[in-house]
DNA sequence: AGAAAAAACTTCAAGCCTGAAATTTTAAGC
DNA sequence: GCTTAAAATTTCAGGCTTGAAGTTTTTTCT
């Protein structure tokens, strides 16, 4: 029945270790945005959105890039609107619900992403070029702890607030 | 000599591996965010800037500011703008140098701040609830090789680009 | 069918963020 | 001392983001 003690040096390496996490993923963030903008004049949403819609040929509804990006509709309603002022993608009529549309990347658009996704895999291949298939793994399945906890053990106690 | 194969599955995995690094990150920043607008009615750049400045209570100019949270300074300007406002913030004439202001919490902003701050951390450490001091260590360890990447070997290539 | 609820979107206000272009003030070079 | 360069900020346009509120269309429930 260790309770948790908030202020103990566990804690604040805790807190320590979220820093770290925050900068490495803010840092590498930076880099591809500002690579996409210098070389592509692109931004990062816009090529999530395109990337959700080129691997969806048929297209995808407005609220299904919203689901699947994990952003709001009133977000992807603007990135779509430049998407399509670029020539990059576009809308159908959704045959049967006047509501909706289908969003679509144009020929134009698919062939940009091609170009993106390569240079894209490229800087990221740069940028964690150290990482073998070993530390890919170990890295992977940390994070995969971090985003999906399993059940807490009762029992277990750790005790390690080493203070 | 072994080139980069850019589509190998080592690429693909080092791909997979940012995106993972990415939602984790994005995921803990949501959750802040929401429960720092929720139960304060706040936002993370504010806490971000009240942060630095509660560490310094002699104040930090505005220029030391965006540095040290590496955002640009018009962002910086903003921020502190609606911090003032608040009441959390106020900005003091530097002698001698009439361009620069010196922004120092004020007792009301560092009484918040401590507040906030207490509840932030216990937000991280449930987030990180599980990780022990071991786990703690090697993912430190995984973040920082990205961050900051030892010299490359030229000589030893991994030789791992298995298909 | 008619009313009410739900679904798919868009619009909007507010805040965050950047890089570029001012502004004001200080420091340097002649 | 004067001119120029540098420094500290602010302003601005453009884009991203959210949650709330509003619109139109479809579905559901009597």
């Given at each position: ?8 040096s ?50 995808l509804k ?7 990006l ?20 576009l ?11 289908r ?11 091609a ?45 390690a607030?080493?203070?």
């Amino acid at each position: 029945m260790t309770k948790e003690t908030p202020s103990s040096s566990l804690s604040k390496n805790r807190l320590r270790l979220w820093l770290k996490l925050l900068k490495t993923s803010s840092s590498i963030e930076a880099e591809l945005r500002r690579r996409l903008r210098d070389q592509f004049g692109s931004t990062l949403p816009r090529f999530d959105v395109m990337s959700a819609l080129a691997r969806t040929p048929e297209g995808l509804k407005m609220s299904e890039i919203s689901s699947l990006l994990k952003v709001s509709n009133g977000n992807v309603t603007g990135i779509v609107e430049r998407l399509v002022e670029d020539g990059h993608a576009l809308r159908l009529a959704v045959p049967g619900d006047r509501r909706a549309n289908r969003v679509k990347l144009t020929a134009a658009g698919s062939k940009a992403f091609a170009e993106l996704a390569a240079e894209h895999e490229g800087w990221i291949n740069e940028m964690l070029g150290e990482f073998g298939p070993e530390q890919i793994e170990t890295l992977s399945d940390l994070l995969e702890a971090v985003l999906h906890p399993a059940e807490k053990d009762e029992k277990s106690g750790s005790a390690a607030n080493a203070e």
